[in-house]
């Protein structure tokens, strides 16, 4: 679980991938504490749209992506993404769930099969991607039992009844698919 609300609010992406002092970033869309933070790890944060990324085929280690484009299909824009990095590379992606008007989890997960990733891992984003105060990996429920005894308020009724959804939901294994937002990350097949 990272805990994202101190100092170093999101700057700590080796959390979620592996970047080091020689990787070239693209963050797409806006997050001035994240490009901060990667600008002094990696050689070079490139701030672009996919539109007009402003890079070679294959230049890139990391792509981390705040905002998709409005009107272009996701399995274009994940194809143009795919292009762009390097064998190995990887791609951060948030998003709100479908019932948010975003996309399912599985649906993403299934169109980054399509365009070329592999090694797809899911988080949750606590209380969402815009300004998470915890990052939880759902490869166990661990870190969310963690965050719900130590974090999480249940100071009324309604916040009780989201306490006990999401204790459920997690030991069924289904939370990812339910959760307000997640991120997932995934590398191009090498």
Same mark, same amino acid.
């Given at each position: #679980?990272? &805990?994202t609300?101190?100092k *170093?609010?999101? %700057?700590? %992406?080796?959390?979620?991938?592996?970047?080091?002092s020689?990787?070239?970033?693209?963050?797409?869309?806006?997050?001035?504490?994240?490009?901060?933070?990667?600008?002094?790890v990696?050689? =070079?944060v490139?701030?672009n749209t996919?539109?007009?990324?402003?890079?070679d085929k294959?230049?890139?280690?990391?792509? %981390?992506v &705040?905002? #998709?484009?409005?009107?272009?299909?996701? &399995?274009?824009?994940?194809?143009?993404?795919?292009?762009?990095l390097?064998?190995?590379?990887?791609?951060?992606?948030?998003?709100f769930?479908?019932? =948010?008007?975003?996309y399912?989890? =599985?649906?993403?997960?299934r169109?980054?099969?399509?365009?070329?990733?592999?090694?797809?891992?899911?988080?949750i984003?606590?209380?969402?991607? %815009?300004?998470?105060?915890?990052?939880?990996?759902?490869?166990?429920?661990?870190?969310?039992?963690?965050?719900l005894?130590?974090?999480?308020? =249940?100071?009324?009724? *309604?916040?009780?009844?989201?306490?006990?959804?999401?204790r459920?939901?997690?030991?069924?294994g289904?939370?990812?698919?339910?959760?307000?937002?997640?991120?997932?990350?995934?590398?191009?097949?090498?």
């Amino acid at each position: #679980m990272l &805990n994202t609300t101190g100092k *170093y609010n999101l %700057i700590d %992406i080796s959390f979620l991938l592996p970047v080091n002092s020689d990787d070239t970033v693209l963050l797409i869309g806006e997050n001035a504490l994240l490009a901060e933070g990667l600008s002094k790890v990696c050689k =070079r944060v490139i701030k672009n749209t996919i539109s007009s990324p402003l890079c070679d085929k294959g230049s890139l280690d990391l792509i %981390i992506v &705040n905002d #998709m484009a409005k009107g272009e299909s996701l &399995n274009s824009q994940l194809s143009t993404l795919n292009n762009l990095l390097k064998e190995g590379g990887y791609i951060c992606l948030p998003f709100f769930n479908v019932w =948010r008007g975003g996309y399912s989890y =599985r649906c993403v997960s299934r169109k980054l099969i399509e365009a070329g990733f592999k090694d797809i891992e899911s988080y949750i984003p606590i209380p969402s991607h %815009i300004n998470p105060k915890f990052i939880i990996t759902t490869k166990d429920d661990s870190p969310l039992k963690y965050y719900l005894s130590h974090h999480f308020e =249940r100071d009324s009724f *309604y916040k009780s009844l989201i306490y006990i959804a999401v204790r459920l939901s997690s030991a069924a294994g289904i939370f990812k698919y339910i959760a307000p937002s997640y991120i997932i990350t995934a590398r191009k097949f090498g």
